[in-house]
């Protein structure tokens, strides 16, 4: 399908309106117009999608990539624009050709950029997320320092930690830096990116300043494209939260994968690091979701980097093995509540997490 961009759709409708169904997203993702009001044969010929394929329910249509204008906004406008108005149409699949893919850069990082960072060849990644939101910014750098000395891999900022933004960098990051004189071991520090837009690079800037090596960003909360400028712009690692993601595959009936959102998506737009819920956890995702989202961050995709995934939600210290051998060794292990609760003895929770991996 060179030049040309797949859609698999999923309808849930009467059989005998699939092929009705079809041909109203071919044209109301493009034209938006009734067939016999296009006038123009160029128009019909090459911009109205074309049905490749209907099986049952299952529906492929594709879409020249100039419908796209090769940018991130018009391409989210051809995937699910006026479409997702209506009722009873799931996008299941995605291919997109490389004249598109060929136009973003994706993770500065990805896998073996952040492992080469860390020194860590052979095992999974340890992150902790500083919480509860309303602690102050020295409070959350305590945390931070008691991480960092445990032997955590990653700490970032809870996704909903926002206020005294330079305050906590700053503290923050002198955390981690004290950590690492005494302990040698390299520990990240990732604030949380939010802010209203015209503030933005002016809290990039000033982490950089203090030696913060990446952020975490919520991309559909600070915009999809904006997320994809910062990391085309800034060279760091870039963590992906899936905040107000969920609107999009929690009804099975409606929206988008998982896998589309939170693995091609995210990659796309320059992700290192995806968080996800895990299977299991306080969210309903399965095995399977979580499988194919992993499936989606690590496989081949052009020139692309692979994304570590960072599944999340409710981990529990005891089924972390597990999680190790459902996703392998590429993966963060974002650990939440069960790391405070073991926080009198921290250092040695961490270092029996370890071991197991060895």
Same mark, same amino acid.
């Given at each position: ?17 699939? &092929? ?20 123009? +044969? ?24 100039s419908t796209t204008d090769l940018q991130i906004p018009q391409f989210l406008n051809l995937l699910y624009g006026n479409i997702s108005l209506k009722k009873g149409i799931k996008v299941?699949?995605l291919k997109i050709p490389k004249e598109f893919v060929g136009k973003f850069s994706g993770p500065n990082y990805g896998i073996q950029g952040i492992r080469k960072v860390f020194n860590?060849?052979? #095992? ?6 500083l919480k509860p939101m309303g602690l102050s910014s020295l409070e959350l750098s305590g945390w931070c320092l008691k991480f960092a000395l445990s032997g955590i891999d990653i700490i ?10 330079? *305050? ?11 950590? +690492? ?9 990732? &604030? ?10 002016? #809290? ?48 099975? #009936? ?27 956890? #306080? ?11 992993? +499936?989606?961050? *690590? ?9 570590? &995934? ?13 999680? *190790? ?30 071991? *197991?991996?060895?």
């Amino acid at each position: 399908m060179a030049g040309r961009l797949l859609i698999t759709y999923r309808l849930t409708a009467p059989e005998d309106k699939i &092929p009705e169904i079809a041909e109203d997203i071919a044209l109301e993702q493009t034209a938006e117009l009734p067939k016999e009001a296009i006038f123009y +044969k160029n128009v019909l010929k090459r911009i109205v999608g074309e049905i490749d394929s209907i099986e049952s329910k299952t529906v492929k249509i594709s879409y020249d990539i100039s419908t796209t204008d090769l940018q991130i906004p018009q391409f989210l406008n051809l995937l699910y624009g006026n479409i997702s108005l209506k009722k009873g149409i799931k996008v299941i699949g995605l291919k997109i050709p490389k004249e598109f893919v060929g136009k973003f850069s994706g993770p500065n990082y990805g896998i073996q950029g952040i492992r080469k960072v860390f020194n860590i060849k052979n #095992r999974p990644l340890l992150a902790a997320a500083l919480k509860p939101m309303g602690l102050s910014s020295l409070e959350l750098s305590g945390w931070c320092l008691k991480f960092a000395l445990s032997g955590i891999d990653i700490i970032k900022d809870d996704h909903g930690i926002c206020g005294e933004f330079f *305050k906590r960098v700053k503290l923050c990051q002198e955390a981690v830096n004290r950590a +690492k004189e005494k302990t040698g071991k390299e520990v990240l520090y990732f &604030p949380n990116l939010t802010a209203p837009m015209e503030d933005m690079e002016k #809290r990039i800037e000033y982490g950089i300043k203090r030696g913060v090596r990446g952020f975490l960003v919520s991309p559909f909360l600070i915009g999809l494209d904006y997320s994809r400028y910062i990391t085309q712009n800034y060279p760091l690692i870039f963590i992906a939260h899936p905040s107000l993601s969920g609107t999009f595959f929690t009804n099975e #009936r409606h929206g988008i994968n998982s896998e589309i959102i939170l693995g091609k998506l995210f990659r796309l737009i320059g992700s290192d690091i995806v968080i996800f819920p895990n299977f299991g956890g #306080r969210f309903p995702f399965t095995k399977e979701t979580c499988f194919n989202i992993d +499936k989606s961050l *690590k496989e081949g995709f052009y020139h692309i980097k692979k994304s570590l &995934p960072a599944p999340a939600g409710g981990i529990n210290l005891k089924n972390i093995p597990s999680i *190790k051998d459902f996703y392998g060794k590429d993966v963060v292990i974002l650990i939440g509540a069960s790391l405070y609760l073991k926080s009198s003895n921290l250092e040695k929770t961490v270092r029996d997490i370890i071991r *197991k991996f060895n």
